[in-house]
């Protein structure tokens, strides 16, 4: 209570803009036909209940930006429950943020309504970092509750206007990412704005304002108190933003990449690890740009295959078994992650299958390699091992035979097998000569 009082009475008055600018489709561009048909019938509907509803943040960030938005978020001022009664296909979630999820035709649409100032309404930890929030307040004032001002855009589908309270269509042209308020007290409310605030610099071509940039190496520690579901999220979308390289590199500018994960600090360094993880990255960041679907299985496999390596190999000169080994090196290295990155459980399934293939892949010979053409993990394995041959620690000879038994018909494959340890190459049998036919009498 006495906390409260003095933050009360102590806080620092943030800038109140004068208004919001309107700006017109001539000078941002973006049209009603650029925006998914679901959500131009849900803003339309709630506009037709006399509500106030917006199409808002990053998909106008993108558009604006030339770029397609991978989901279309809406804001609105009614409560998330009269968004529920307009809508019969919808439910509301989440307990730190109440949000509503309305379901139109095979889209999922998020309506979030807008967020008072934050006050003592809000409850933080001991930190500032934001637990709940569900106070509901006016337009500008759940502009000032969003993290960047590039971010704080309302685009209207009916008039083709954007609502612009903190300047950021002129931000984003001027290529510059700013913070709505004092970075220090934003970052406190949310310590994962820093990785946010790395990955949309390096995804739009930004520069971090030099305000919003100052704070975060000092504030990085606050990082270690986010929980590990909402780490994994915001650096599954990091490493999926088509810009990983770049992110990473960010990462380490700006003092973020300790403690994230072990590999970063690996793949930091001029090693045959990094090397290896840095193709991996450079080669996720081309499948996204080309529209291709990356695994997040197969990313993280990359990303900490070389503590498991590393892992596999002191036990392996320890004497013990090598496949045993090996599943150990990999709860070994999971588990650590464990405690930072909370990797879904599919996931880490994923990543199991591709890192026990490895081992088999050696081997040519036999029926094995036909059994494994079988496994459900079998292609994501054999790129994975192609990567690795990329970085040298296998032969690329390796990597290329089974590219080219994998593609090959069924009775090429079997000649391309090698023979197994102790077996004679088969010897085809010679054809046995016919005898001539008996030459017809003549007529």
């Given at each position: 209570?006495?906390?409260?009082?003095?933050?009360?009475?102590?806080?620092?008055?943030?800038?109140?803009p004068?208004?919001?600018?309107?700006?017109?489709?001539?000078?941002?561009?973006?049209?009603?036909?650029?925006?998914?048909?679901?959500?131009l019938?849900?803003?339309?509907?709630?506009?037709?209940?006399?509500?106030?509803?917006?199409v808002?943040?990053?998909?106008?960030?993108?558009?604006?930006?030339?770029?397609?938005?991978?989901?279309?978020?809406?804001?609105?001022?009614?409560?998330?429950?009269?968004?529920?009664?307009?809508f019969?296909?919808?439910?509301?979630?989440?307990?730190?943020?109440?949000?509503?999820?309305?379901?139109?035709?095979?889209?999922?649409?998020?309506?979030?309504?807008?967020?008072?100032?934050?006050?003592?309404?809000?409850?933080?930890?001991?930190?500032?970092?934001?637990?709940?929030?569900?106070?509901?307040?006016?337009?500008?004032?759940?502009?000032?509750?969003?993290?960047?001002?590039?971010?704080?855009l309302?685009?209207?589908?009916?008039d083709?206007?954007?609502?612009?309270?903190?300047h950021?269509?002129?931000?984003?042209?001027?290529?510059?990412?700013?913070?709505?308020?004092?970075?220090?007290?934003?970052?406190?409310?949310?310590?994962?704005?820093?990785?946010?605030?790395?990955?949309?610099?390096?995804?739009?071509?930004?520069?971090?304002?030099?305000?919003?940039?100052?704070?975060?190496?000092?504030?990085?520690?606050?990082?270690?108190?986010?929980?590990a579901s909402?780490?994994?999220?915001?650096?599954?979308?990091?490493?999926?933003?088509g810009?990983a390289?770049?992110?990473?590199?960010?990462?380490?500018?700006?003092?973020?990449?300790?403690?994230?994960?072990?590999?970063?600090?690996?793949?930091?360094?001029?090693?045959?690890?990094?090397?290896?993880?840095?193709?991996?990255?450079?080669?996720?960041?081309?499948?996204?740009?080309?529209?291709?679907?990356?695994?997040?299985?197969?990313?993280?496999?990359?990303?900490?295959?070389?503590?498991?390596?590393?892992?596999?190999?002191?036990?392996?000169?320890?004497?013990?078994?090598p496949?045993?080994?090996?599943?150990?090196?990999?709860?070994?290295?999971?588990?650590?992650?464990a405690?930072?990155?909370?990797?879904?459980?599919?996931?880490?399934?994923?990543?199991?299958?591709?890192?026990?293939?490895?081992?088999?892949?050696a081997?040519?010979?036999g029926?094995?390699?036909?059994?494994?053409?079988?496994?459900?993990?079998?292609?994501?394995?054999?790129?994975?091992?192609?990567?690795?041959?990329?970085?040298?620690?296998?032969?690329?000879?390796?990597?290329?035979?089974?590219?080219?038994?994998?593609?090959?018909?069924?009775?090429?494959?079997?000649?391309?097998?090698?023979?197994?340890?102790?077996?004679?190459?088969?010897?085809?049998?010679?054809?046995?000569?016919?005898?001539?036919?008996?030459?017809?009498?003549?007529?």
């Amino acid at each position: 209570m006495i906390r409260k009082l003095l933050r009360r009475v102590f806080r620092r008055a943030e800038p109140v803009p004068a208004g919001p600018a309107l700006i017109p489709l001539a000078r941002h561009g973006v049209r009603r036909e650029q925006i998914s048909p679901a959500a131009l019938k849900v803003v339309a509907r709630l506009q037709e209940a006399g509500f106030k509803a917006y199409v808002v943040g990053g998909a106008v960030r993108d558009l604006i930006a030339g770029l397609q938005p991978k989901d279309f978020d809406l804001a609105t001022d009614a409560t998330p429950e009269q968004v529920r009664a307009l809508f019969r296909r919808s439910r509301i979630i989440g307990r730190r943020f109440r949000i509503v999820h309305v379901m139109e035709g095979r889209e999922t649409m998020e309506v979030t309504t807008f967020r008072a100032a934050a006050d003592d309404r809000v409850e933080t930890d001991e930190n500032g970092r934001v637990l709940r929030d569900n106070a509901f307040g006016t337009q500008e004032e759940d502009a000032a509750r969003r993290d960047f001002t590039v971010n704080a855009l309302y685009y209207d589908p009916a008039d083709e206007t954007i609502v612009d309270f903190h300047h950021g269509v002129a931000d984003l042209q001027q290529k510059t990412l700013r913070m709505i308020g004092d970075p220090h007290r934003r970052y406190r409310e949310d310590p994962v704005r820093m990785l946010r605030a790395v990955r949309l610099a390096a995804k739009l071509g930004l520069e971090l304002d030099p305000a919003a940039r100052a704070p975060i190496r000092d504030m990085a520690p606050l990082i270690e108190n986010v929980p590990a579901s909402r780490l994994f999220d915001e650096m599954l979308k990091l490493l999926l933003s088509g810009h990983a390289v770049e992110c990473i590199r960010r990462l380490r500018d700006e003092g973020l990449h300790h403690g994230l994960l072990p590999l970063l600090d690996v793949i930091l360094g001029d090693t045959q690890g990094g090397r290896f993880v840095w193709g991996a990255l450079a080669a996720t960041d081309e499948r996204v740009r080309s529209g291709k679907t990356v695994s997040p299985g197969f990313l993280f496999a990359t990303l900490l295959w070389n503590e498991v390596l590393a892992s596999w190999e002191r036990r392996k000169a320890a004497g013990e078994t090598p496949m045993p080994a090996l599943f150990e090196a990999m709860d070994e290295v999971l588990d650590i992650q464990a405690g930072k990155l909370a990797i879904q459980r599919r996931v880490a399934a994923d990543i199991k299958d591709i890192w026990a293939l490895q081992p088999r892949l050696a081997t040519r010979s036999g029926k094995r390699p036909l059994r494994l053409l079988e496994q459900p993990r079998f292609r994501a394995a054999m790129d994975f091992l192609g990567l690795r041959a990329t970085a040298g620690e296998v032969p690329a000879e390796l990597a290329e035979w089974w590219r080219s038994f994998a593609d090959a018909e069924p009775e090429a494959r079997l000649a391309m097998l090698l023979p197994a340890k102790g077996e004679r190459p088969r010897r085809r049998r010679r054809a046995k000569a016919q005898p001539a036919a008996a030459a017809e009498p003549a007529a």
